[in-house]
């Protein structure tokens, strides 16, 4: 898997745009991601320029607070158990 370090002033977006394509090119099997509403605008560049399948999950209306989405979660148990 791909990991970065950025500096406070850059946003996790920003740092996604940059590290997705890494991340692509080291790891041709990953081919799903699943992320928060907060990367929505990056699915059709990762669809279309990276030949990812990139899936938001939603926050449930009435949540509040910070909480793991059960997707997200499932996704990174997955990475973990394949390292």
């Given at each position: 898997m791909t990991v970065q370090v950025t500096p406070a002033d850059?946003?996790?977006?920003?740092?996604?745009?940059?590290?997705?394509?890494?991340?692509r090119k080291n790891n041709?099997?990953?081919?799903?991601?699943?992320?928060?509403?907060?990367?929505?605008?990056?699915?059709?560049?990762?669809?279309?320029?990276l030949n990812l399948t990139f899936k938001v999950v939603n926050r449930?209306?009435?949540r509040v607070g910070f909480k793991v989405l059960p997707r997200l979660l499932w996704?990174?148990?997955?990475?973990?158990?394949q390292q």
């Open positions: 850059v946003t996790d977006r920003d740092a996604a745009r940059e590290m997705l394509p890494k991340l041709p099997e990953v081919t799903l991601m699943w992320a928060d509403n907060a990367y929505t605008g990056l699915a059709d560049r990762a669809r279309n320029d449930p209306p009435n996704n990174l148990i997955c990475q973990v158990v």
